[in-house]
């Protein structure tokens, strides 16, 4: 009887490291050296069939590897649920998301082993229930995004966004893909697995080591990932399968991730497979059974052009909306990926409403490339964001200002010391006309909160104060898309109502001295020049440009800490 060898999520932490062996006879891949199109296939296919067996553990972890025990049986599967040719006889997955963690009417595989009590395991469900903490799609995008960015530490110049056809169904499916330095098999089986994550760095955006379940989950179904690694002259590549599909149609009560690797034997030129072959062809077959490919050629064909280092990661049984389309928009605009139906009405006057529903601050609720525009502070100059096969030009909001003044905060931080955040406010150059307003806040160079309203416009106070900080001594979520509601943020959003407030107070009395200016040259006969005018009022108010320390200045003839 066939044993079954894969990664099984555990909400234990404890445990030692899978171990990997060197098939001693099978099949061997000849290095790959061409670059073919992702889209060619080869017609062979594989027919090997799991039967009927059950897994064990060989131990409390997050990363478990499991060998065939029949006797001690951990987890029954049966064959119709892990065979390549015969049919699921399951009721159809539901392709909404909101709709497809439904948990009424469960009747889950059961464990009748006598070790079952001995520790907890996650239940398949939890996939989805975890992936909703993503009420926005974009938002679960950026998390492909931010590992990718904190690669460019590990040599990585591009990520790459992007639709492709499922060649099984020719379904739309979403491709990300980056050349940064790629996982070995454990840091896959650790990558796939909860709250693993081996960034150490101060930098880095990812820190939870739950993004790409997240983000992958609410995206869709089902999810490929194909991952190049090269350390010490040592070279692999290796395929895990996150899927919700056949989780749910095969009625397991555990997270089971079916995974192969390769190593490249450097005497011969060939990759040879790890792990034992009755292990290695019983997660194949599961791989070519739910996977969008079906042979073990067009498997290793997708790491044509990942070349030594990088991941691909490839989203399948995309996620429908209420209305039964895709939520995801590849037809509106062949540049970009938008939210289907998603974009916002704007209640203002006929001549205003353009440019308010095309400013970016509406656009990024629908649109990927204007999202992605300012997703990050900045990145490297020979880092690219490509979406849909264009580079995405980044955008500096502070860019899109006038009448500019730089404001310093430094709140107590406790224990930690004294942080110190710069704040950049002005009114965007659309104003009066556009009403948007609000703060944009980054942590650690990744933007958390778009245009946060922390003031409502009444009597125009508002209108239009747009301002941009990086706040790295707050939380942010998990979703990364709002902070935890600390005494640190509830003090930021107290400081930035001010700050508000006495811009637009200032701008107010500099306008009262503008008018009082030019009715003084018109009185006495001199002809008014607005754009000298405006030269002095700029010098007058703004004392400090973003290259300059920020420093104590007068405000109203008294000394303002914060102001510059």
Not at 27 to 35: V, Y
Not at 83 to 94: E, G, R
Not at 265 to 291: M, P, R, V
Request: glycine letters at 6%.
């Amino acid at each position: 009887m066939e044993a079954i060898e894969v990664v099984v999520l555990s909400s234990d932490d404890e445990g030692g490291k899978v171990g990997l062996e060197a098939a001693s006879s099978g099949n061997q891949h000849e290095t790959n050296k061409g670059l073919p199109t992702m889209h060619q296939r080869s017609q062979s296919h594989s027919s090997s069939q799991v039967s009927e067996e059950n897994l064990i553990s060989n131990g409390p972890s997050s990363c478990h590897s499991y060998t065939g025990a029949s006797e001690l049986g951990f987890l029954s599967v049966d064959d119709t649920g892990l065979s390549c040719s015969q049919p699921i006889n399951a009721a159809p997955l539901c392709r909404k998301f909101w709709k497809a963690g439904n948990y009424d009417n469960w009747l889950g595989s059961k464990v009748s082993s006598q070790y079952a009590k001995d520790y907890l395991h996650v239940h398949p469900l939890f996939l989805h229930s975890n992936a909703t903490s993503h009420k926005w799609v974009f938002g679960a995008v950026a998390e492909f995004l931010d590992n990718a960015v904190d690669e460019i530490q590990n040599g990585a110049t591009f990520v790459m966004v992007d639709k492709i056809l499922n060649p099984k169904d020719g379904s739309p499916a979403l491709l990300i893909q980056d050349n940064g330095n790629g996982m070995d098999p454990e840091a896959m089986r650790c990558c796939m697995s909860f709250g693993f994550s081996d960034k150490k760095s101060k930098y880095a955006i990812g820190q939870y080591g739950n993004g790409f379940k997240t983000g992958s989950m609410r995206l869709g179904a089902d999810a490929i990932v194909f991952s190049c690694h090269m350390n010490d002259m040592v070279y692999t590549k290796s395929i895990g399968l996150l899927s919700y599909t056949y989780l749910m149609r095969a009625k397991l009560d555990r997270i089971v991730v079916p995974m192969v690797s390769y190593k490249l034997n450097t005497a011969t030129g060939y990759f040879e497979k790890l792990n034992h072959q009755e292990h290695f062809e019983s997660n194949l077959s599961l791989l070519l059974h739910w996977s969008p490919f079906i042979s073990e050629a067009e498997l290793m064909k997708q790491f044509d052009d990942i070349e030594y280092h990088g991941t691909k990661i490839i989203i399948f049984n995309l996620w429908f909306n209420d209305d039964g389309n895709l939520e995801l928009d590849f037809d509106t605009d062949p540049e970009d990926i938008r939210i289907a139906g998603d974009i916002q009405k704007i209640g203002t006057i006929s001549a205003w409403k353009t440019v308010n529903e095309q400013h970016i601050a509406n656009r990024i609720h629908y649109s990927l490339r204007d999202y992605l525009s300012i997703l990050y502070l900045r990145v490297p100059e020979n880092f690219r964001i490509i979406l849909r096969g264009q580079v995405v030009k980044l955008r500096n909001i502070a860019d899109d200002l006038k009448d500019i003044q730089y404001i310093l905060y430094r709140p107590q931080t406790g224990g930690s010391g004294e942080a110190i955040v710069v704040t950049t406010i002005g009114f965007l150059k659309e104003a009066p006309e556009v009403s948007i307003h609000g703060f944009n806040v980054y942590h650690k160079n990744r933007l958390i909160l778009p245009f946060w309203p922390v003031v409502s416009y009444a009597n125009n106070m508002g209108r239009g104060v747009v301002g941009i900080l990086q706040a790295d001594h707050l939380q942010p979520t998990h979703n990364k898309q709002d902070f935890e509601r600390t005494s640190l943020f509830q003090k930021l959003e107290l400081r930035l109502k001010e700050m508000t407030q006495e811009y637009c107070i200032s701008y107010k009395e500099e306008d009262t001295w503008n008018r009082s200016s030019r009715d003084e040259k018109a009185s006495s006969g001199k002809e008014f020049n607005r754009s000298s005018l405006q030269s002095e009022c700029t010098e007058r108010r703004i004392s400090c440009r973003p290259h300059d320390r920020p420093r104590n200045c007068k405000l109203n003839g008294k000394e303002q800490e914060t102001h510059c």
